[in-house]
Every structure is written in structure tokens, then in C-alpha cells.
């Protein structure tokens, strides 16, 4: 069985700052993860995963995350926030390749100008 | 990447009725999903749709509040039966093959009055 911990619903960063989303994660088999973005009134975007290769996964407008099994965690980073980068954040995990994914409650990330 | 497409988009239905939603992918997948996503809640996985058998719902789904289908490799439908106001969520497909991403849908948004 695999479950997603989202720290925090909210997070409100200036524009120009660090991102910073965590994730932690349980499996029971050495996962594949997941984050996926979804912009108000629109589906599931993948902004990467993490499929046991290099554990640093750089995915599309400048997000990147970071597998530590030590730690169970998989926390997503920008290192400058953008106005667009406003939406909703999922962090996912799926257990094996034939697995639907279990969703983290998700975090709403805020931009201030 | 794989482009689904789902119908109806949004819908509007009495309680007590059924819809019907459809997820047609524009290549031949070996996964299917469907998930559920309720008002501000993050998405959870109501079943695997399983190309020429039953599906395998995951826990507190049943085959006869959702019924699915799943003809061949790039089509499925799920149904909402005898629809209450609780059921009224954004409504997901998810199609993918082993050892790529899953890609969703843009999502069916129902409104049961």
C-alpha cells in the first residue's frame, strides 16, 4: 500500500523566491513518484517523476525534486517563483508500473507580487 | 505523450439518473483509470479499467454505482448511477503504458441536482 504526505495546503512565496513543496511518501515497493500541476479549471500536467534513476529529476518550468529514500521524501523546488507558477500542486505515488496513483492532498501555491 | 479526450466536458444531471462518460486516447495504452476528484479535494483512484474484463475497483467503489468499460486498448467508459448530490465531482480518465508517465483527461465536471 502506498500513501502521499503533503506538508502544508497552502504556500504563499514572493515572486523571485524559492519554491519549496514537500512531499513524503510511504511504499511498501520502491516507488515511482510523481508531481503533477493543475491550473484552475484544467486537467493534470506532469512536471516530472522519479523512476529510479538519477535520484535529482529536472522537470519542465524550472522544477526539479529530489529523491531521498533516507528520508521517504520527494520535495519539489524552483529556484524563482514565477506569477504563473500559481496553481495547484499534486504529489503522487505509484507502486508499481500497472498501479493507479495515490494523490497527496495537494498544495495550493500563492505568488505575491 | 498520449492525448485523451473525455465527454461530455461538464454536465448538469437530476439525482436518480446515470451519465455515461467516455475517454477515447489517441494511441494504444495498457493502463487505464479512472479517478474522482471532489470539490477543493485532491483526486482518488476509483478503479483500474481492465481491456476485455471486469474492473478492479479500488476500496469503497463498486461496480454498481461505477459501472466500467473497457472494450479495447485505447477506449473506456464509466458510469455514475442513480446519481446523488454527493456524487457531483470532476470526473478523470487516466490512460498509461508501462514505463511511460500516466496522462489525464481534462476531466468531466458533474453537477447533480
Known amino acids: 500500500a502506498q500513501s502521499v504526505t503533503q506538508l502544508g495546503s497552502h504556500v504563499s512565496v514572493s515572486e523571485g523566491a524559492l519554491v519549496l513543496l514537500r512531499c513524503n511518501y510511504s511504499s511498501s515497493v520502491p516507488p515511482y513518484l510523481f508531481w503533477y500541476v493543475q491550473y484552475p479549471n484544467q486537467g493534470l500536467q506532469l512536471l516530472l517523476k522519479?523512476?529510479?534513476?538519477?535520484?535529482l529529476v529536472k522537470g519542465i518550468n524550472g522544477f526539479e525534486a529530489e529523491f531521498k529514500k533516507s528520508e521517504t521524501s520527494f520535495h519539489l523546488t524552483k529556484p524563482s517563483a514565477h506569477m504563473s507558477d500559481a496553481a495547484e500542486y499534486f504529489c503522487?505515488?505509484?507502486?508499481?508500473?500497472?498501479?493507479?496513483?495515490?494523490f497527496g492532498k495537494g498544495t495550493h501555491l500563492i505568488i505575491q507580487p | 505523450s498520449a492525448v485523451i479526450s473525455q465527454k461530455p466536458s461538464r454536465d448538469i444531471c437530476q439525482r436518480g439518473t446515470s451519465l455515461t462518460i467516455q475517454c477515447q486516447v489517441d494511441?494504444?495504452?495498457?493502463?487505464m483509470f479512472w479517478y474522482r476528484q471532489q470539490p477543493g479535494q485532491s483526486l482518488t483512484l476509483i478503479a483500474t479499467a481492465n481491456q476485455g474484463s471486469e474492473a478492479t475497483y479500488e476500496s469503497g467503489f463498486v461496480i454498481d454505482k461505477f459501472p466500467i468499460s473497457r472494450p479495447n486498448l485505447t477506449f473506456s467508459t464509466l458510469t455514475v448511477s442513480n446519481m446523488s448530490p454527493e456524487d457531483s465531482s470532476i470526473y478523470l480518465c487516466?490512460?498509461?503504458?508501462?514505463?511511460?508517465?500516466?496522462?489525464f483527461g481534462q476531466g468531466t465536471r458533474l453537477t447533480v441536482v
Open positions: 494511441s494504444q495504452v495498457t493502463m
Open positions: 487516466s490512460a498509461d503504458s508501462l514505463n511511460t508517465e500516466a496522462f
Open positions: 503522487a505515488v505509484q507502486g508499481g508500473g500497472a498501479d493507479g496513483l495515490t
Open positions: 522519479y523512476t529510479s534513476a538519477a535520484t
